[in-house]
């Protein structure tokens, strides 16, 4: 008796999965009958099951020979104890198979039941572009041959351009000279209108201490631009020796030198006041200087010294 309740539970048992299992139901449906290689393909998964049951749609893997772009599960929908879920997934494919179908698995489960199916899709059939011709489109045959042109003489190329080349070269080592000389001289004749400016507009300066400190650094930076001669951290009895190392200058242009010195010295150190004809004739024996300087550098650049 007991043996007979025990099989009874389990017939009833056995009888209600499969039941349940065959409650559950699914449909694939393609929106076309045909596609174009990497083309967008919209595929409807349908899964009807009991409401207690928890069914599992296919992963991103199983859905070869397609790809899955995207998917669009729609709100699950119950009535009377039966639930409708879907599923809208859009494809691409790029195998070239003539004909293509889609299988998808599925699986469900609940406390009294597991399972999985699959469904399968009808096949769908892949479209070749084939070029249509235009009726406008003639064809013209010839027995003419064409005419063959010799190929470019790339040993000529080469050696004009070798040529070109070597005549710059020959250029730039005559003209090197000539070219540097005219740059020195350009610079050295802008170097003295500068300083003689300079001279000017300080010969217009009220203030004697800013008037003759600036003439002396001004002639001092010109008659010694690289500091060969230290004449600008001299002091006034150190230049009455230093300047005589200037030798394109003679003994008065020599002493326009000291003589600024020495009365930059009695302004700025013992107070005095210095008349402007002394400053005016100052001005004028240092553009003298200046003038005996640039004579001087420009000859050593002709000279190529």
Known sequence: MI???????????????????????ASLELHADSFRLGS??????SIWHPAQVVVEFPSARDFQPFELVSSRPQPTQTSDSQSFDVVVYTLRSFSLAPRQALSLPYSWYSRQDTGSGRVRSDSLMLLRNITVLADSLQYRSSNVLLPLQDPPNYLRAMLVTL?????????????RRPLRKYWQLRNLGRGLDRAQRGLERLAQENNQEIQLDSLNTLWRAYVDPKAEHQLGAMTTTELREGVRRLRHLDISEQQVLV???????RVMFAGEAVARQEVSALVNGLKQVLDKTYAHRKAAIQEGR
């Open 3 to 25: 043996r007979r309740k025990v099989w009874l539970c389990l017939m009833f048992w056995l009888a209600g999965g499969l039941l349940q299992g065959q409650a559950v139901r």
């Open 163 to 175: 040529g070109l080349g070597l005549v710059v070269l020959l250029l730039v080592v005559v003209l």
């Open 259 to 265: 003589q600024a010195s020495t009365m930059r010295d």
């Open 40 to 45: 967008h393909v919209e595929a409807t998964l």
